[in-house]
């Protein structure tokens, strides 16, 4: 089975952030992804979550580590299964 899911990273960032000179703010920060995954490959749903998550936090903290983002929340919902 197949699923689409839309992904949300919300967090704050503090000054060792690698980005944090070129951000016009450092709270409140977001970004959003859809992933289209096959539930072929992971263990269930949660574990897609896991994945899903950990993806999220790696962009929001620069492609590096995880390090230098705060106050973290997701939002993650099923858009579509096939």
Do not use: R
């Amino acid at each position: 089975m197949k699923y689409q899911i839309e992904g949300k990273i919300v967090f704050d960032v503090d000054v060792k952030h690698p980005d944090f000179s070129c951000m016009k703010k450092s709270k409140g920060l977001e970004f959003s992804d859809v992933y289209t995954m096959d539930l072929d490959y992971f263990y269930g749903p949660d574990d897609m979550k896991d994945y899903i998550k950990s993806d999220l936090a790696l962009v929001a903290g620069g492609g590096y580590n995880t390090d230098h983002i705060h106050n973290v929340k997701y939002e993650i919902k099923t858009i579509a299964t096939w």
